[in-house]
């Protein structure tokens, strides 16, 4: 079993749309979760992590976390064609300085 | 300005030779990490440090060794590349290397072909 999956897609999104990415985790004891975004050829920026049961909201993303479920989403209100990257969920286990990173989903925004 | 800076950008090396491809933040962060990204596969943590003078090994090690004489700086060397090897490096710093809130931010990477 992996440590984080997620769904690899490719997720297509009409502009303006919500788009909803989901992710789950296997180390019940973990910790700490972030979504990064990646385009194409880029590195890796960090969007949003989260560490309590709920919602997170920052402009236009949400992260929700659901320790009891071992699952974490990244919404994105009002898409923009901008938003068309990977986006990789990650986890930090509660041993060890160890982050997981899932293999990611590709989000198309179509304008 | 601050952040992580790689080098080289891209490299095509024989298989066989030595490699090091080279990671230095200017962020005071104690903690580096060596990911490899492939393909299917996503991020992989190859080694990290979670302060000068220590090491430790990730998922895929194998191949590769590592040294933090300093903070600042995390070179990887592969000792005799394969073709295996080839991938994109990202070399990557966290504040506290203490797990918890502690947040990873990514260098440019390293484009690495091997032949």
């Known amino acids: 079993q992996k440590e984080v999956e997620q769904n690899s897609g490719p997720l297509s999104v009409p502009e303006g749309a919500i788009a909803s990415l989901n992710c789950t985790y296997s180390d019940r004891g973990s910790q700490s979760f972030f979504w990064y975004r990646q385009y194409s050829g880029k590195s890796p920026e960090l969007i949003m992590s989260i560490y309590s049961n709920g919602d997170k909201e920052d402009g236009r993303f949400t992260a929700q976390l659901n320790k009891a479920s071992q699952y974490v989403s990244l919404l994105i209100r009002d898409s923009q064609p901008s938003d068309s990257a990977t986006y990789l969920c990650?986890?930090?286990?509660?041993?060890?300085?160890?982050?997981?990173f899932g293999t990611g989903t590709s989000l198309t925004v179509i304008p | 300005i601050a952040g992580i800076t790689q080098a080289p950008t891209s490299q095509i090396l024989a298989a066989g030779r030595r490699m090091t491809l080279r990671c230095t933040q200017d962020?005071?962060?104690?903690?580096m990490y060596w990911y490899r990204q492939d393909l299917g596969l996503g991020l992989r943590l190859i080694h990290y440090?979670?302060?000068?003078?220590?090491?430790g090994k990730g998922e895929v090690p194998d191949g590769y060794s590592v040294s933090r004489a300093n903070t600042d700086d995390f070179p990887l060397t592969l000792a005799s590349a394969v073709p295996s090897q080839t991938s994109v490096y990202f070399c990557?710093?966290?504040?506290?290397?203490?797990?918890?809130?502690?947040?990873?931010?990514f260098g440019p990477g390293t484009r690495l072909t091997v032949l």
């Open positions: 440090s979670n302060t000068a003078g220590t090491t």
């Open positions: 990650a986890v930090n286990r509660r041993t060890g300085n160890q982050f997981y």
């Open positions: 990557a710093s966290s504040v506290t290397g203490t797990g918890g809130a502690d947040t990873q931010y």
């Open positions: 962020m005071r962060h104690n903690a």
